[in-house]
């Protein structure tokens, strides 16, 4: 059930202002969401994090301690790098408590696997504010454009922006996260909106306070951040699952060295010939840009070989299956990509 206190409906003139609380709702409650939920509740804000109606997280079902004020509540308990542990009271509901409470979100964040971003976002339409920002941090490309044209319908003033993170993160169990590796998160607004570049660029600035625990920095061109890191992902996610490593191990192991630089080179040809960026990217850049991610996340299981693991579905149509796409647009070859595709569709 879900009280008074969820409700929070703002005018764009408090939007403008750094503001000392706010409510923070999240949908995802995997690795990234439960460390963005521990940071903005230890950033003094109020969190809920948006659960499905029979929760399970990696195959285990949620139950939920109920407190005085009839909330749902569960404790999230992060593992520091320097091996701290904490802890922070999030409140939880379903979209469909929230919808019935007639809460009304200001602030979102959706840390759910790519493929289940739209409907994620979908869920909770009705009760996002008409000047609601909401903050992407899927992995991957392709459902943003989606993710914008349902948010516009809702109302143009509606703000999408971009999360593009390089956190790591390790779910040891439901809401125990370990933070694995200390990134950046750079943020910025997906496509220009009807709001003002002013009144954007306030949104933008304002959305998270200075004592923040996650290290960002907003992004006025966020294109070539976000393609930059899906180059990255499609070289190790797939090559992860395949070859069963670590994200270090990887590169370590000379072995695989001659695969990693003949996707590089496809990955660096079909991103050149689509002019997707005005700066072209050479395979030895792209493969030192994957080396050095992989070096710097050694002991990280990538996402993809996480979700192999457990018998999840693999992010492969927001990763190298979008690459595919945009390659067969245009009538680029790209053999190694859609091999990796074909191995890739097979159960592991
Ligand atoms: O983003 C990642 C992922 O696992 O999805 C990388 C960069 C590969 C780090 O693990």
């Known amino acids: 059930m879900i009280g008074k206190d969820h409700i929070n409906v703002k005018t764009d003139q408090q939007d403008s202002h750094q503001e000392a609380h706010q409510s923070w709702y999240i949908i995802g409650a995997g690795a990234i969401g439960c460390l963005w939920a521990y940071a903005l509740k230890e950033a003094g804000h109020s969190v809920t994090l948006i659960m499905r109606e029979h929760a399970s997280i990696n195959g285990q079902s949620i139950s ?3 407190n005085n004020n009839s909330h749902s509540t569960q404790r999230i308990t992060l593992s520091t790098m320097d091996n701290d542990s ?10 469909h408590e929230l919808i019935a409470s007639k809460t009304v979100i200001q602030h979102c964040v959706i840390a759910t696997k790519a493929y289940d971003a739209n409907t994620a976002l979908k869920s ?12 992407s941090l899927c992995n991957g490309m392709g459902m943003h454009e989606a993710m914008q044209q349902q948010l516009h319908k809702h109302s143009k003033k509606n703000q999408l922006l971009l999360g593009i993170t390089s956190d790591g993160a390790l779910m040891h169990s439901p809401f125990q996260v370990a933070h694995t590796g200390i990134g950046h998160t750079f943020i910025g607004a997906y496509a220009t909106s009807s709001a003002s570049p002013n009144r954007q660029q306030k949104i933008t600035r304002h959305l998270l306070p200075a004592n923040f625990y996650l290290q960002h920095s907003l992004q006025e061109n966020l294109h070539a951040v976000l393609w930059q890191k899906m180059l ?3 070289v190790i ?5 395949i ?5 270090g191990e990887l590169f370590s192991n000379p072995k695989y060295h001659s695969e990693i630089r003949n996707l590089c080179e496809e990955l660096s040809h079909i991103f050149n010939t689509l002019s997707i960026n005005p700066t072209a990217i050479s395979s030895e850049t792209l493969f030192d840009l994957a080396k050095a991610v992989a070096i710097q996340t050694a002991q990280n299981t990538s996402s993809m070989l996480k979700d192999a693991q457990l018998g999840r579905r693999l992010e492969l149509d927001a990763i190298n299956g979008y690459i595919v796409k945009l390659a067969q647009e245009q009538g680029i070859n790209c053999p190694i990509n859609q091999q990796l595709l074909h191995t890739l569709q097979q159960p592991f």
């Open 124 to 135: 909770i339409l009705p009760a996002l504010s008409a000047s609601a920002t909401v903050l």
């Open 243 to 247: 070859h069963q490593c670590k994200n």
């Open 237 to 241: 996610n797939p090559l992860t699952v």
């Open 232 to 234: 990255i992902n499609c």
């Open 86 to 95: 904490r802890h922070a009271d999030i409140n939880t509901a379903t979209a």
């Open 64 to 66: 939920n301690t109920t």
